[in-house]
């Protein structure tokens, strides 16, 4: 339960056959879009919790995966421990500290990547072409020939 809104958290991930490899980013990446919120706006603490929540309602992961969960939980303690450490410069009792450039960094390119992977997929599927079960048949001798060429 989200103690600041008085809602709980939902992340949805597709980690079936066929779907998009989803990770720890991914769950962080949907917690801040359930906060509806700017992502320089999270606050570290609120996320490690939430995350940590995640964690203990999600007892099905496969031992790989949680490994990954367990080593970004990890990194968003640490972070998080880092940022309480006290400033001399800074005195302030009601700081909430936001999340570190770093992870910022890092789920956005998570999600351009998402982003481009669902375009990608989109458009592969609008060319029926590249669906077919023989894709040599895609090939023709030009394209062959071409590639002997290059080889040369």
Do not use: C
Request: hydrophobic share 40%; charged share 25%; aromatic share 12%.
């Amino acid at each position: 339960m989200n103690e600041e809104s008085g809602k709980s958290f939902v992340v949805q991930w597709n980690n079936g056959e066929g779907g998009l490899s989803e990770g720890p980013l991914s769950v962080l990446w949907s917690l801040i879009e359930s906060y509806k919120v700017d992502i320089f706006d999270v606050a570290l603490s609120r996320i490690t919790r939430d995350f940590l929540n995640f964690l203990r309602i999600s007892e099905t992961l496969s031992l790989e995966l949680s490994a990954e969960y367990a080593l970004m939980a990890a990194n968003l303690i640490y972070l998080k421990s880092k940022a309480l450490l006290p400033d001399p410069g800074f005195e302030e009792e009601d700081y909430e500290p936001p999340l570190p450039p770093e992870l910022v960094e890092k789920l956005l390119e998570h999600k351009n990547s998402n982003s481009r992977l669902k375009n990608f997929r989109r458009w592969i599927k609008s060319k029926p072409e590249f669906l077919e079960e023989n894709p040599m048949s895609l090939w023709t001798k030009k394209t062959i020939g071409s590639m002997f060429l290059f080889w040369i």
